[in-house]
């Protein structure tokens, strides 16, 4: 136990250094003071997520889905935990090594602070007195552990009870500081509020999803998903807070005339509305990274059209606040197809995870390379000239869509009864469209599975097949055939560089 004490004051105090450096932050947010990142914790995870390789950003998402975010945070928390535990127990005999070890994780978290978008030297603040607090705490710790040994105290002793009142008591205004500067800093933003006072703009043709392009099966996704069910894969550690009033959208690069929009010129303009199936590029098949909604915006050919782009551009570089960037090709965004600046999501404003106020929505690219969120920034330029945040670490440069299909239910592994089983589930191919789903039973014949209606080419369609299910194991896989003629592949490839392929097979077991 007492090999352990010193080990638990260096969790204690880097408890405390993080406390104290959240409260900090979270006030200099509430006071406008920074527009960076000036939490450490959220800069060092940030700045982790830039140098994340593709097969580690595949297997965090293939392992985590939407929560890769929580996995990251606490997979900070167990190292931290771990360094200030080996920090506590090497400074109770070596003061100085242990001491000089917080500075140097103290400086790393000041560097990554430094790093993010829009840092400025006063973000580095809440690091800096978090460190000063840790120290102390340390030293505190530290002190009351000798003391408590060298009185030979036993469970009851007085210094022994000072060490664990001192101990418990920085462990409370830790979490106590770190609590109320999370609470501080998310009351500093005004998003949620302007959110709530948006009224979606009027369109002149609103989209009506037709009865019967949903066939509204037990267990198959949705035709239109719910915002609170759609997936979220972004590299936004902490989503972005912005208010609309503040809000504006940038063009200009290679163009005849630079333009910036703010939000309420973007609201004056005439919207449409656009079914939609949008598809993260990490989706492996038969993943559910993938959904279809209904979204209302301004067409963004409209607003490229009034910046004049050079005949020799072909790609435009989107930037989101939080500085992620993503490379469209100019094509996609001014051809006829319903690329979007969206406000609106199934009817109600966006939400704050998925954009507001501002996302670009652009059928037939996966996410990465056209979806961005909290959108600030349009940059007409060449691919030969910039790239976007993912194609340097390995990804490719375009990202159309590829064909896909997925089995909803039975779900793998389900015990079903025999007789008729409906198997269903839904196939994209978007600005494409799906022609044929086909389905097979064991190494039996495909078997044509009945499609749902399509009103439009950009989002997926459900399909199902009626099988008369005899008794045992099966396998069921599935494949599709896009507009173009083109049948999905059966060659299995991963998610990296331009998305995964194979056909989606589950086994079942007919009782």
Request: proline fraction near 7%; glycine fraction near 12%.
């Amino acid at each position: 136990m007492k090999r352990a004490r010193p080990a638990l004051a260096g969790v204690i105090a880097g408890a405390v250094t993080l406390g104290v450096a959240e409260l900090v932050a979270g006030f200099m947010v509430r006071a406008g003071l920074s527009s960076g990142t000036p939490s450490p914790v959220v800069a060092v995870g940030g700045a982790f997520v830039d140098r994340t390789p593709p097969w580690l950003k595949n297997l965090a998402v293939s392992s985590f889905g939407t929560h890769d975010k929580a996995a990251l945070f606490v997979g900070i928390a167990v190292v931290l935990t771990a360094l200030c535990a080996v920090l506590g127990a090497v400074g109770a005999t070596r003061h100085t090594a242990g001491l000089v070890g917080f500075v140097v994780l103290g400086a790393v978290g000041a560097a990554a602070v430094l790093s993010r978008p829009h840092a400025a030297p006063l973000d580095v603040l809440p690091t800096f007195a978090g460190v000063l607090a840790g120290l102390w705490a340390l030293n505190t710790l530290w002190g009351l552990n000798a003391r408590a040994e060298e009185a030979g105290s036993g469970p009851g002793g007085f210094e022994r009870r000072r060490l664990l009142v001192g101990g418990a008591g920085l462990a409370a205004v830790a979490a106590t500081a770190g609590a109320l500067g999370r609470a501080v800093g998310g009351a500093g933003s005004s998003a949620a509020a302007a959110r709530a006072k948006v009224a979606v703009p009027p369109v002149a043709n609103p989209v009506t999803v037709p009865a019967t392009a949903d066939l509204k099966l037990p267990g198959i996704t949705p035709y239109v998903v719910p915002n609170a069910d759609f997936y979220r894969i972004d590299t936004a550690l902490v989503v972005p807070q912005v208010d609309t009033a503040g809000w504006k959208l940038r063009v200009h690069g290679l163009v005849g005339e630079e333009v910036t929009i703010t939000w309420d010129e973007l609201l004056a303009k005439p919207m449409r509305q656009a079914l939609v199936t949008l598809t993260c590029v990490s989706n492996e098949v038969g993943g559910d990274l993938a959904g279809n909604a209904v979204w209302t915006g301004w067409p963004i050919r409209e607003l490229l059209a009034m910046a004049r782009p050079d005949p020799t551009a072909d790609m435009v570089l989107s930037t989101s606040v939080d500085g992620f960037t993503a490379g469209t090709p100019l094509t996609a965004l001014t051809d006829e197809r319903n690329a979007l600046l969206a406000v609106a999501m199934n009817g109600e404003p966006l939400p704050v995870e998925h954009g507001f106020p501002v996302r670009m929505v652009v059928p037939g690219l996966y996410g990465y390379v056209s979806a961005t969120k909290w959108v600030v920034d349009l940059k007409v330029t060449r691919f030969a000239d910039d790239a976007g945040y993912w194609t340097p670490r390995g990804w490719s440069a375009k990202g159309p869509v590829k064909t896909e299909s997925r089995i909803d239910v039975p779900r793998s592994g389900d015990q079903v009864r025999a007789g008729r089983v409906a198997v269903a589930g839904v196939a994209w191919a978007q600005h494409r469209g799906i022609d044929k789903v086909e389905v097979r039973i064991d190494d039996g014949p495909w078997q044509p599975a009945r499609l749902a209606a399509e009103p439009t080419i950009d989002s997926w369609r459900q399909w199902v097949l009626e099988w008369d299910a005899p008794k045992g194991n099966h396998r069921i896989t599935v494949r599709a055939t896009d507009a173009d003629g083109q049948v999905q592949t059966q060659q299995e490839a991963p998610p990296e560089p331009d998305g995964a392929t194979g056909w989606h097979s589950i086994t079942v077991t007919v009782a």
